[in-house]
């Protein structure tokens, strides 16, 4: 197997080692989602989610991340403790580090166009982009 290195869809650098060859698998599924021709959206289980900004500064992007895995973890924590109070401020501070990364709030782009973001990708403008993709993809997954 080996030590193998990647960029994340959100543009950060990783690096993981492949100790099972199953692993193999696991891992491209991890990395399986589309992105739309314009970069606006990841499709994920057949529904748009907003993509960070393209053009945040690496540092910045680097830091909304670490906030929003900070307050991933301080969610599942708080949820695990059943405190409402804690549960509440990591919400929060999941949506602020969600909106600092423009998957949240305010849209990133410019050009007017609206924001599609939880929508069934079925029902949005990138529906006859999504069937040209995806019938390869589910075809080479039945094979």
Request: glycine share 8%; charged share 20%.
């Amino acid at each position: 197997m080996g030590l193998f290195q990647a960029v994340s869809a959100g543009g950060i650098p990783v690096s993981f080692r492949i100790n099972h060859p199953r692993a193999v698998h696991y891992i491209a599924a991890m990395t399986s989602e589309l992105t739309t021709p314009d970069g606006r959206y990841h499709v994920i289980q057949g529904r748009l989610w907003r993509a960070p900004n393209p053009t945040l500064p690496p540092e910045a992007k680097v830091r909304h991340m670490r906030e929003l895995l900070n307050a991933r973890r301080a969610l599942k924590t708080a949820k695990a403790s059943g405190d409402a109070t804690a549960i509440t401020a990591a919400r929060r501070q999941v949506a602020a580090a969600q909106a600092g990364l423009g998957e949240r709030g305010r849209v990133w782009w410019k050009d007017g166009a609206p924001d599609f973001n939880r929508t069934l990708v079925k029902n949005s403008p990138y529906a006859d982009w999504f069937a040209r993709v995806e019938a390869p993809r589910e075809a080479a997954g039945a094979a």
